[in-house]
């Protein structure tokens, strides 16, 4: 049976260090474009929007033949933006996909996807790649994700976690195989509405981090691992690591 798939991107312009950064120009496309492109490469997506309630990043969208749906101010996180989209649009699989995912590949969606289709069980969804050094694994801006046996997640934090009690004296990624999220979240549709249901809670916006709202009331996040490599763009001076993934 096919499955409706609907993509969103939440976009806004609220990066601190980077003003603007999703909208930035980078071979003459916003950079938004990039991720938007990729969203729509995966075959198993039916539907890509792009979600804000910025005039700015709707005249961005428009101008490469994205549709952008405006949204409420008053959301604090994507998924709680990509709710509203979803109970306008419909869909039996949503897919979050945050806009500063630069390197994200379209069959990297459609692995997350698919495996949903597979197993119904699966109402909350992510990804997760091995953290390649030391300078990543203590960086804030990279979320850590620890898993149980069955890759559920048991937690995500800023901090690297788990933390090695007995460490020797090389790095400590060659010491434990350190798992970073990567912001991308497959909801079933009645899940994602008893997410924008829930009050946020004091460990999500401790860490700022809307997923720990589904483990803080008893939710099971099914992640997948992927080989595929990421590009964090903080700063201007960052857009050159883009020349290696985006021709």
């Not at 995966?42 to 749906?69: C, L, N, P, Y």
């Not at 091995?130 to 203590?138: A, P, S, W, Y």
Request: aromatic share 8%; proline share 3%; net charge positive.
């Amino acid at each position: 049976m096919a499955r409706r798939v609907l993509a969103v991107i939440p976009a806004r312009l609220g990066s601190k260090r980077f003003s603007d950064k999703v909208i930035y120009p980078f071979n003459g496309k916003p950079l938004l474009y990039y991720v938007h492109r990729e969203a729509l490469k995966a075959k198993t997506i039916t539907r890509v929007v792009i979600a804000t309630d910025s005039e700015k990043i709707i005249a961005a969208a428009q101008s490469f033949g994205a549709r952008a749906i405006r949204t409420s101010r008053r959301h604090q996180t994507g998924s709680d933006r990509v709710a509203e989209v979803a109970r306008e649009l419909g869909g039996d699989i949503i897919v979050n996909i945050q806009a500063d995912n630069f390197g994200l590949k379209g069959s990297v969606l459609d692995h997350l996807v698919n495996r949903m289709i597979d197993d119904s069980s699966i109402r909350f969804a992510t990804l997760a790649r091995k953290i390649k050094n030391d300078n990543e694994l203590f960086s804030p801006d990279l979320v850590k994700v620890i898993v149980a046996r069955d890759n559920t997640a048991l937690w995500f934090s800023r901090y690297p976690l788990p933390y090695i009690q007995h460490a020797g004296e090389t790095t400590r990624c060659s010491q434990f195989p350190f798992l970073g999220h990567i912001g991308v979240y497959g909801f079933r549709r009645k899940a994602l509405a008893e997410y924008s249901g829930w009050a946020r809670t004091r460990l999500e916006k401790a860490e700022s981090l809307e997923q720990l709202r589904i483990i803080e009331n008893g939710g099971r996040i099914k992640v997948f691992r992927t080989a595929m490599d990421s590009v964090e763009i903080n700063s201007p001076n960052d857009l050159k690591k883009l020349k290696r993934i985006y021709k």
